[in-house]
């Protein structure tokens, strides 16, 4: 009888221990799983005034005949690529965005067609919940916008350091699929040298983005 207690319990200290060695190499073996997510996002861009416009070039020291050029509001589109460690409240995505807020016309001067694509790597702050998900982040990046050939410009290409705030509230429709909307402003000092020959003129661009878009977790 004693023996057969012995024999049990020496069974029962190998389970627990084969149990402990099990639980260790699992956390070893199979670390917590990060986070990546690719989306895309399309809305509104209500572009304010480029502001501040001065000559460049040849016509550095020119006083404009206007300050400020109206912009016109535009469709946003873009894509995105997330990454956040494990399920931390903290993480990083690059980003490209698309939009045309072309300039309107300046009196009996015919507008002119521009684009303006963002491309940037945004810093992220969120709350993980398994449902929703409110956001914010900051971000830089280049901005590359093109100036097209017009009645009174010629086709002229600048790129030029960026940034962007945003905040944006992330709803999980599924385990891997949600649906989101987000606010974003940015920024960046245009500059276009060569948009009259062999002068030009910069100015300030801000714009506000409303978007909506759709994202893949895995």
Not at 34 to 47: C, I, L, M, Q, R
Not at 123 to 143: D, I, K, S, W
Not at 147 to 158: C, H, I, V
Request: aromatic share 12%; proline share 4%.
């Amino acid at each position: 009888m004693e023996h057969r207690m012995m024999h049990l319990g020496h069974a029962h200290k190998r389970f627990f221990l084969s149990l402990l060695f099990l639980t260790v190499l699992s956390s070893i073996a199979i670390p917590a799983q990060a986070e990546w997510y690719v989306a895309g996002d399309v809305g509104a861009n209500f572009a304010d005034r480029l502001t501040g416009i001065s000559g460049t070039g040849d016509l550095t020291g020119f006083e404009p005949r206007f300050s400020n050029f109206d912009l016109k509001n535009s469709v946003s589109y873009g894509a995105k690529l997330g990454y956040f460690p494990e399920h931390s409240w903290f993480g990083i995505e690059g980003e490209i965005l698309q939009t045309t807020p072309h300039i309107k016309n300046l009196d009996d001067i015919p507008g002119i067609h521009l684009r303006v694509t963002t491309v940037g790597v945004n810093l992220l702050a969120r709350y993980p919940g398994r449902t929703f998900q409110p956001y914010a982040g900051v971000g830089v990046g280049p901005v590359i916008a093109h100036l097209s050939d017009s009645a009174t410009t010629q086709s002229n290409t600048d790129v030029a350091g960026g940034w962007n705030v945003l905040v944006g509230l992330r709803a999980f429709v599924t385990p891997y699929v949600a649906v989101f909307t987000e606010y974003k402003h940015t920024g960046a000092t245009l500059r276009f040298d060569q948009a009259f020959g062999t002068g030009g003129f910069e100015g300030v661009y801000r714009a506000q983005h409303v978007l909506v878009g759709l994202s893949y977790h895995f």
